[in-house]
């Protein structure tokens, strides 16, 4: 019954911001870990970035730490990532995912559920 649906995408320039959100619906949001997911074209889904489900922990890929912020609204069942001096390898479709406990994982088969991605492209 779960639902997510992400939003925020587009285009930006190298250097510039996006935030991106993901609301949720179906399951008790603030009992659930969160994460967020990217795939580009050609390469596997990756881990991004996760957050428990009361906030307090996050965990954040290396490549992304200092740049890009997890964080949650348990209130409006909403998660966001805040994504600044963005790169040209940060182009990607960008996935948030429930998990199936409270604490944050890394692993994709800690989430059972998906959005449908929303698309970040960034230029030169």
């Known amino acids: 019954q779960v639902q997510l649906v992400e939003s925020g995408g587009g285009l930006v320039q190298a250097g510039g911001s996006l935030t991106l959100s993901c609301t949720a619906s179906?399951?008790?949001?603030?009992?659930?870990?969160m994460g967020w997911f990217r795939q580009a074209p050609g390469r596997e889904r990756e881990f991004v970035a996760a957050?428990?489900?009361?906030?307090?922990?996050?965990y954040i890929k290396d490549s992304v730490k200092g740049r890009f912020t997890i964080s949650r609204d348990n209130a409006k069942n909403t998660l966001y990532l805040q994504m600044s001096s963005l790169k040209l390898e940060d182009t990607a479709v960008y996935y948030c995912?429930?998990?199936?406990?409270?604490?944050?994982?890394?692993?994709?088969?800690?989430?059972?559920?998906w959005g449908q991605g929303t698309q970040v492209t960034v230029s030169s």
């Open positions: 995912a429930i998990g199936v406990i409270a604490a944050l994982r890394n692993d994709p088969n800690s989430y059972d559920s």
């Open positions: 179906g399951r008790t949001f603030g009992r659930f870990a």
């Open positions: 957050i428990s489900s009361s906030g307090t922990y996050t």
